[in-house]
Nanobody, 119 residues
Framework: QVQLIESGGGLVQAGDSLRLSCVASGRTFSNYGMGWFRQVPGKEREFVARISGSGGSTVYTDSVKGRFTISRDNAKNTVYLQMNSLKPEDTAVYYC????????????WGQGTQVTVSS
């Protein structure tokens, strides 16, 4: 069982930056690929970025490429999402999720953190 707790959300202006953090329980954090997703009310949850267990591989959705960076610190059981040049359309609840390396489904989810970007 893995518990995920996100933090770092807030209200910012367009062009500002935020860094989201997600701390995971457990002792085998490096065995999990981690992802960030976001959801706007009334819309489906959207993939944002993912990172491999070692941190050596990352993938981003096109709309955040060049602005967002996902990273992880396995010694701290933490995954980060650095968000720069934020836009109003980035407004959403952001969730981190964990999947066992070698599987495709994200099995564990955090409770989400709200990011609001004003224009």
């Amino acid at each position: 069982q893995v518990q995920l707790i996100e933090s770092g959300g807030g209200l910012v202006q367009a062009g500002d930056s935020l860094r989201l953090s997600c701390v995971a329980s457990g002792r085998t954090f490096s065995n999990y690929g981690m992802g960030w997703f976001r959801q706007v009310p009334g819309k489906e949850r959207e993939f944002v970025a993912r990172i491999s267990g070692s941190g050596g591989s990352t993938v981003y959705t096109d709309s955040v490429k060049g602005r967002f960076t996902i990273s992880r610190d396995n010694a701290k059981n933490t995954v980060y999402l650095q968000m720069n040049s934020l836009k109003p359309e980035d407004t959403a609840v952001y969730y981190c999720a964990a999947r066992i390396t070698g599987t495709s489904a994200y099995k564990y989810w955090g409770q989400g953190t709200q990011v609001t970007v004003s224009s």
